[in-house]
């Protein structure tokens, strides 16, 4: 089945084209369910109403962010995938937040180290722990090809060395290196023996003045792109 591309400057044009893509051909079982995977839950509830609007109801539905839909569909692609996303952004928090004590010491940790210092109840260093979480969640959704670099022993920076003393157990199981796999793996010349079920919207990377979606239903892909558009917030479509 062929890819196609779809592109529009209103979103209202594109939720039409979706909520009619959804309705015609349905699902092969009425208990399997619909994927739409948006970029924000907000996004997500948006869809979701505007879909009822449109079909007079909106069930049996589901509406993952693009990270948690990639990680349950390498776990179906591939081997040795953990069940959830070790350095999710809580996850990481505790870890960094353990991690930390043992590495203040250090040269490169001096700023933090600095920081620190009058933390004597802890709340400073899980505060910096989950920014830091935070940070590095960012940094493998935007900047993959740095968390590559440093995953490669390269870069002496403090960053650098927390993101490999925070891998180091399972080096291979952060998201970047798991996509790297899933990209491999869905480019060779032999494709998987199947893919997931039911039909997914994604969006690609969010920027200020763009946002794309496709629909994938079983091995036919459709892409939705938005152009020139900012997002709808909560309270409506702009």
Wanted: charged share 20%; with cysteine.
């Amino acid at each position: 089945m062929a890819l196609q591309l779809i592109s529009a400057n209103r979103v209202e044009s594109l939720l039409d084209e979706l909520a009619r893509r959804l309705v015609s051909p349905r699902l092969a079982s009425a208990f399997k369910a619909e994927i739409i995977v948006v970029p924000s839950p907000a996004m997500g509830r948006w869809v979701n109403l505007q879909l009822a609007d449109r079909h007079g109801v909106a069930a049996n539905q589901q509406y993952p962010l693009p990270a948690a839909w990639i990680w349950e569909l390498t776990g179906k692609l591939l081997d040795y995938v953990p069940p959830v996303d070790p350095l999710e952004r809580s996850s990481a928090s505790w870890k960094i937040h353990a991690l930390l004590p043992g590495l203040l010491e250090l040269p490169a940790f001096h700023s933090l180290h600095h920081y620190l210092g009058e933390d004597r109840g802890e709340l400073k260093r899980w505060q910096l722990s989950a920014r830091i979480a935070d940070v590095f969640d960012r940094y493998q959704f935007y900047r993959p090809e740095l968390i590559r670099h440093w995953s490669q022993g390269n870069d002496d920076d403090w960053q650098a060395l927390l993101w490999r003393k925070l891998i180091a157990a399972q080096p291979r199981n952060h998201r970047v290196a798991i996509l790297d796999r899933l990209l491999h793996t869905l480019h060779r010349d032999t494709p998987p023996a199947s893919y997931p079920n039911g039909s997914v919207c994604s969006p690609c990377r969010p920027c200020h003045r763009c946002s794309s979606t496709c629909c994938t239903r079983c091995q036919g892909i459709w892409k939705f792109h938005c152009t020139s558009i900012v997002p709808p917030t909560s309270t409506g479509p702009i």
